[in-house]
């Protein structure tokens, strides 16, 4: 998914328990608010056209969170086309093992790693050395260890800020420079989703186990706003630029099976549609600005329109509707995602069918990543694969030391990911 959760057949069981027997209300609407009995409030027409959005860019060589931030579409440029060879490798523990679950960020000339074990880690690019380490823990007593809260989702880099939440439900501003904690925000439950940037960097975006959306301010972390995102999101929130008066749009699927948009900057529900089923994945605006695709569970990959949320197409490929948790990667007119039917699965855009598949041998989690003709994507048999995007043809991979969740980050002329043992690799 998204961002990963933890590894292993009893997450699968629980994720599947807290997602499962949910009522599904269509809430095709300007405003999803429900009154005391439960019914959905008066929509708006559902087709209300609203103009296509486009993608928040971040800078151009670094991968600064999740899918690359913005409107989380996998898309990477710079890297030399495969095979690839082992620039250096980094163990974040010496001794209890502390798995990597989400993507590294990739800004400048360092290297943001998060670990399950609450510890953030800022690498040398060129070498993979540590420059600082910093520890989720609220206190430094005996029991800090104890104390310390996961990292199971990916890092966010903003300017000389890096940010990250942490399964105790605390959120963490961290000085890019030397490590130094700059501010906290106690979300008051767990959060598996990575966070996204706002406003130029000005704030940041992102939700809880706890059905709420934040947005933040960068800077001293002060809450701008918190609304409601119906049941748990597990994955990192969608931001997009578009309308008449350039409104940022902020977009999510959750445990729910609901599509929701908002007001990026009053938290208004603006419109949401009915998935079939709860998501783990992230909404991803499509290059044309005019369409998003969303996985979920069920096997199911669905693309919507901008305007009104109508369903395009829906692909249905997966064997044994097996659940996907990976968010897909779009380029091309081609949609890639992985799933739990240890495929990696490529489809059209134009019309949801499938172009190819590629078999594993174990779960595909990850997210996938497009750069330039090729396709990045680990999963839980320890592989990265390298394959052709048009094709879905092997032309390269790599054996891990364990199995690999998280999706991997390509900027700076390098590809870096983390496996589920706390090994972190980086190609060139």
């Avoid at 050395?129 to 903003?158: C, H, I, N, Q």
């Avoid at 693309?303 to 990976?326: F, H, K, P």
Wanted: some cysteine.
């Amino acid at each position: 998914m998204q961002e990963h959760p933890a590894s292993g057949s009893s997450w699968h069981a629980w994720a599947r328990w807290v997602c499962s027997d949910l009522i599904i209300v269509l809430l095709l609407a300007a405003g999803c608010s429900r009154d005391e009995g439960g019914t959905s409030a008066t929509a708006h027409a559902a087709t209300t056209r609203a103009a296509a959005p486009r993608a928040v860019e971040g800078v151009v060589g670094d991968w600064t969170g999740f899918q690359g931030s913005g409107a989380l579409r996998g898309q990477a440029s710079g890297l030399a086309r495969p095979p690839l060879k082992l620039k250096w490798m980094y163990k974040t523990s010496d001794g209890e093992r502390a798995g990597v679950m989400g993507s590294v960020a990739i800004v400048g000339s360092s290297v943001y790693v998060a670990d399950d074990k609450g510890t953030l880690h800022a690498l040398n690019l060129a070498d993979g050395s540590v420059r600082w380490k910093y520890s989720s823990a609220m206190s430094k007593t005996a029991d800090a260890a104890a104390a310390r809260g996961e990292f199971l989702t990916s890092p966010l880099v903003v300017g000389e800020r890096v940010f990250i939440g942490d399964n105790h439900g605390i959120f963490h501003a961290v000085s890019a420079k030397d490590g130094q904690r700059l501010w906290t925000f106690d979300a008051q439950t767990e959060m598996r989703s990575s966070a996204n940037v706002l406003d130029l960097g000005e704030k940041i975006v992102f939700a809880t186990d706890g059905a709420s959306l934040f947005c933040l301010k960068a800077a001293d972390g002060d809450k701008v706003w918190e609304a409601d995102a119906g049941d748990r999101v597990n994955s990192c929130p969608m931001v997009a630029i578009g309308g008449g008066k350039d409104l940022s749009v902020v977009y999510t699927a959750g445990c729910d099976a609901m599509l929701r948009a908002y007001d990026a900057k009053t938290g208004a529900p603006l419109r949401a549609a009915m998935l079939q089923m709860p998501s783990g994945g992230s909404v991803v605006l499509l290059p044309d600005g005019k369409g998003f695709v969303v996985a979920t569970d069920g096997g199911h990959v669905t693309c919507y329109d901008q305007s009104n949320l109508a369903v395009r197409w829906q692909y249905t490929g997966v064997e044994d509707n097996a659940m996907i948790y990976s968010t897909p990667a779009v380029d091309q007119g081609i949609a890639v995602v992985g799933a739990q039917d240890r495929f990696v699965h490529a489809i059209d855009l134009a019309t949801g069918q499938m172009k190819w598949r590629f078999r594993t041998r174990g779960n595909v989690d990850a997210s996938p990543v497009i750069c330039g003709d090729y396709v990045y994507a680990g999963s839980n048999d320890r592989k990265l694969y390298a394959l052709e995007l048009k094709t879905g043809r092997e032309v390269w991979s790599f054996t891990a030391g364990r199995g690999i969740v998280a999706p991997v980050a390509i900027g700076r002329g390098v590809l870096v990911v983390g496996d589920t043992g706390g090994n972190v690799y980086c190609f060139e």
